[in-house]
């Protein structure tokens, strides 16, 4: 009666665990088959568009400004006259050198001719040859500092500031007015000292703005880092990129180029505590597998360790999965492609 009683019961539980088993239904999952592949790695950083040519327009004499020809906003070519200055003074100047070196010049004529005649020394002549050429210099010293109460541009720009109003006194050195050069733009980019011993002229620069994006080089990079800040300027051009200055840029930097990594997308991987898992399949069964990742980047991340080339890593219906949950593959993705 025993024997019987116990057989029934062992007959009860095979069919239970049958049961169980035909009941299991496999979960569908998509899988990337993993190989290696070259990672490259860039970083962000950001910065502002400036002009890349620029002129800060001064004075080089102090004077009263008689007229300012030009407004914020105003396109202006190189040459063109931005400011005059009073120059009374210097007209003045110039008409008195002009009459010194005209009587020089006369004298230096005259006493040539009574050279050849021999009324006068060749010393005589070489010394009024000296004043003909000290007079010389004086005026043209002079009509120099008068040209320079005219005010020019030195480069075709735009004007973007200007301090200065007529009747006010313009001092030598002080900043009258400012033209940048709106086809000539580039932006200072602000570095860390991380990656700024990884960067070079040659160094690929992506830079993006409002949806904009454009390939462009490495212009300056800065050996000195801004006070206060710790991070170094680095100089990109912006290859006609659709901007004004003083607009906020970001810029991408290959920082670095490594081989042979096993890369996935960082969306799978699971975190529990201070540990990272994904899920692999083997032999229809999903298993929870330790991972240790590295760097990661736009949605991947490399893997240091815990996965192999040619591991099936479920890359879609992980979050159903449970360790060991039996699965169906639905579909394999390629490396690089998903979450695309």
């Not at 999952?29 to 620029?54: N, T």
Request: proline share 3%; glycine share 8%.
């Amino acid at each position: 009666m025993v024997v019987r009683v116990q057989a029934k019961l062992q007959e009860t539980a095979a069919d239970a665990i049958a049961m169980e088993q035909k009941e299991e239904v496999p979960v569908p999952v998509d899988v990337m088959r993993l190989s290696r592949q070259d990672w490259e790695i860039w970083r962000s950083y950001y910065g502002r568009v400036k002009a890349g040519k620029s002129q800060t327009v001064t004075s080089y004499v102090k004077e009263i400004v008689r007229e300012v020809h030009v407004q914020i906003g105003d396109k202006v070519k190189a040459g063109q006259v931005l400011l005059t200055l009073s120059s009374q003074d210097y007209l003045a100047s110039v008409a008195a050198d002009r009459v010194s070196y005209e009587k020089a010049v006369r004298d230096y004529e005259r006493l040539s001719e009574l050279y050849k005649s021999g009324g006068v020394s060749k010393d005589q002549v070489e010394q009024a040859f000296s004043r003909m050429k000290s007079e010389e210099a004086k005026l043209q010293s002079s009509q120099s500092t008068l040209a320079r109460t005219q005010i020019r541009a030195s480069i075709d720009g735009i004007v973007a500031g200007r301090s200065v109003e007529p009747g006010e006194v313009a001092s030598d050195g002080k900043p009258l007015l400012v033209i940048i050069d709106l086809m000539d733009l580039e932006a200072e980019i602000m570095v860390s000292r991380k990656d700024i011993l990884s960067l070079n002229r040659e160094t690929p620069v992506e830079v993006l703005s409002d949806g904009q994006k454009t390939r462009c080089s490495i212009k300056r990079i800065s050996p000195e880092a801004v006070q206060g800040s710790g991070l170094y300027p680095v100089d990109v051009c912006l290859n006609g990129l659709d901007v004004l200055p003083g607009t906020h840029v970001e810029a991408r930097f290959l920082v670095e180029k490594k081989k042979d990594l096993i890369v996935i997308p960082s969306e799978i991987i699971q975190r529990r505590g201070d540990k990272a898992y994904v899920y692999v399949v083997e032999n229809e069964r999903a298993k929870l597998r330790e991972i240790v990742p590295g760097e990661g980047q736009n949605g991947s991340v490399s893997i240091e360790a815990g996965l192999s080339e040619g591991d099936l890593v479920v890359v879609r219906g992980h979050n159903l999965l449970s360790d060991n949950a039996l699965v169906v593959v639905t579909g394999e993705a390629a490396p690089g492609t998903e979450g695309k």
